[in-house]
């Protein structure tokens, strides 16, 4: 029997990092909330090093193993560095290959993974995309799984009709909304028709000593890695190259920078199924010489030592970037699209800038602005380290999902209408 430590609201007030202090009388729950929360994330695909894949891989490491048991289920599964991380530390991993929901194959694999919650008995369930938040929720509940948790990683703009249809038909089973940023939770409120007080917004987390701020040596070194002089000014973007990403924005308003910018040079890291196309466009053109296109890369860190500024030229279905906050803790100042929870991680005129979405012009003067006036450029990468070490390290993404796991075998009623607080 675990004991939880939560405060009345009436009478407090909220620090920054979302605990309650001052003279609010402090509530202890003495519920039958199991010592060892046992939970399952199910996850349409992880054979990739993306965004969620990271999350989740982040999530199950930095939980506590004293206090959480996690295996992950994935309907779509591939070898990548990440699984291998995982299965270093015990954590089970499994396969339960389900295409399209509504064959006969489908329903087997229903029956395998409604075997492996029975007999595993989970406390939680965690669903990320939208297979998983329909079909693997569906199965769960049936199931009798205690808990069901989603997560929403994006705004929905890739998402058809008919999904919102489902998912406004399926709430009721989930006990819990969590969303990568207060863009997501808007955009969640209006697709599947939900209430605020069901969702709660969790930011990523980065690791702050993996992605450190480069020694004036691990900087020149990263430079001469891709052959920049120390007085080039090196522009980059993390991201894959698919159509949402905006690729075309990004490269035209570097061409309009280039004449102000004699010693820009351009570092794009990411593969993806439009990186071929990129990379031929530009062919030898001028830009096309100062580009260095990576591809996909295993260690991303040497690439963001490189750079002078970070950018990300989103134009839709962004959540909250993963790459951004890397590039924050790493020190670089970023020019960002005002899409998603970009704003968020960004504030304009702090530690970046933040333009318009699909407008190639602002992003133009913006580079020419941080190029040309470095104390400026300097002072926004250190407030970029700054806000990734107050609000977006694994250690609070991580004790925020604590929180909301144990708030789940709470019930206010028992405790007068108190509730845990676990809004950032």
Known sequence: ?????????????????????????????????????????????????????????????????????????????????????????????????????????AFIQAWRLARLIRANRYDVVQTFHQKAD???????????????????????QLRKRHHFLINRCLKSLFDAYIVVADAVR?????????????????????????????????????????????????????????????????FAGLLQAMAKLPGLRVLAVGGGPLLGHFRESLGRSELGTRTIFTG???????????????????????????????????????????????????????NGRVIRPRDATALSQA???LGSNMPLATRMAHASRVRAERKFSLEYMCAQHERLYRSLFVSAADVGGASPSIEP
Not at 303 to 310: E, I, R, S, T
């Open 134 to 156: 329909t079909y693997g929720a569906l199965v769960a509940w049936l199931s009798g799984v205690k808990r069901l948790v989603s997560s929403k990683r994006d705004t929905g």
């Open 367 to 369: 580079l020419v602005e």
């Open 186 to 250: 808007v955009a969640v409120m209006a697709n599947d028709h939900l209430s605020a007080s069901r969702i709660t917004t969790i930011y990523n987390g980065v690791d702050l000593n993996r992605f450190a701020v480069p020694t004036s040596e691990q900087r020149r070194e990263s430079r001469a890695r891709f052959g920049f002089a120390t007085s080039d000014f090196v522009v980059g973007m993390v991201a894959g190259f698919r159509p949402e990403k905006n690729h075309d924005v990004f």
């Open 1 to 105: 029997m675990a004991t939880i430590h939560v405060r009345r609201e009436a009478n407090s007030s909220k620090t920054d990092d979302g605990y309650t202090d001052g003279a609010s009388k402090e509530i202890f729950w003495n519920k039958l909330v199991p010592e060892k929360l046992k939970i399952l994330f199910i996850i349409d695909y992880f054979h990739r090093t993306g965004g969620t894949e990271t999350h989740l891989a982040q999530l199950v490491a930095g939980l506590p193993r004293q206090a959480f048991q996690c295996s992950v289920v994935a309907f779509d599964l591939g070898e990548n560095p990440l699984l291998d991380g995982l299965r270093a530390l015990n954590v089970p991993i499994h396969c339960v290959p389900v295409g399209r929901e509504y064959v006969p194959s």
């Open 296 to 350: 996909d890369v295993t260690d991303v860190v040497p690439c963001l030592w490189a750079m002078d500024v970070g950018c990300l030229t989103a134009g839709s279905n962004e959540g909250f970037s993963n790459a951004v906050i890397e590039q924050m803790a790493a020190g670089l100042p970023m020019i960002v699209t005002d899409v998603g929870g970009n704003a968020e991680a960004v504030i304009d005129g702090e």
